[in-house]
């Protein structure tokens, strides 16, 4: 069984631009979330989406954005990138309780 | 009050030894309590996770204590080892009311085990 797949795995944006992260939920798992890790740091929540309904939202600007697609898969945005959003952006996949991470974007603004 | 404190921030240990991860939480509305590793360059894993009606749960070497009435949990790892050298981040989550479960991460423990 597949795990939690995100693409790309690594990505270098210039500041201004925009950026789209992709998460492929483990099958069957119909809650997607969100999470910025900036290093040295634990993962904050960006965004939940279950049955392609957000179902929850962090402290991020509205420069960040999401959807979940109907096959559960999700889709994070950035816009007006800036220096501070390089981090490692993680996508969990949830069936129930059980929260379960992909390997994450590592995205660097320069 | 959704916050949940970590510690130490890093942790060296011999060989053996046995490895203490503390985590605090103030919310009684949390109700599951899962701990992650995380390797370098890799997301993080789930490892252990216990439920507040439990006061302890062991896996192999490592084991959580949980004390409901202090608000703290801990993760010990037993005979540690070089390969258990990574992140360790507390999480607690609760049941919201949009549906689903929501995960509050604590700040993380590096851990260092010498060979």
């Known amino acids: 069984d597949a795990g939690v797949t995100q693409s790309p795995t690594h990505l270098i944006k210039t500041r201004g631009q925009h950026v789209t992260l992709r998460c492929s939920p483990i099958?069957?798992?119909?809650?997607v979330s969100w999470y910025q890790q900036v290093l040295g740091q634990g993962p904050q929540f960006i965004f939940q989406y279950y049955e392609k309904e957000e179902r929850g939202r962090g402290n991020f600007p509205d420069r960040f954005s999401a959807r979940q697609f109907p096959n559960y898969s999700s889709e994070l945005n950035v816009n007006a990138l800036l220096l501070g959003d390089s981090a490692l952006y993680l996508c969990?996949?949830?069936?129930?309780?059980?929260?379960?991470f992909g390997q994450g974007t590592r995205l660097t603004v320069v | 009050q959704q916050q949940v404190k970590q510690s130490p921030q890093s942790l060296i240990v011999q060989k053996g030894g046995i490895s203490i991860i503390n985590c605090a939480y103030e919310n009684t509305a949390f109700d599951y309590f899962p701990w992650y590793q995380q390797f370098p360059g890799k997301g993080p894993a789930l490892l252990i996770a216990?439920?507040?009606?439990?006061s302890e749960k062991k896996e192999g070497r490592f084991t959580i204590s949980f004390n409901k009435s202090a608000k703290q949990f801990s993760l010990h790892i037993m005979d540690s080892q070089p390969g258990d050298s990574a992140t360790y981040f507390c999480?607690?989550?609760?049941?919201?009311?949009?549906?689903?479960?929501?995960?509050?991460f604590g700040t993380g423990t590096r851990l260092k085990v010498l060979a």
């Open positions: 216990i439920r507040p009606d439990v």
């Open positions: 969990a996949s949830s069936g129930t309780t059980e929260a379960f």
């Open positions: 999480a607690a989550s609760f049941y919201g009311t949009s549906g689903t479960y929501k995960y509050i």
């Open positions: 099958s069957g798992h119909k809650s």
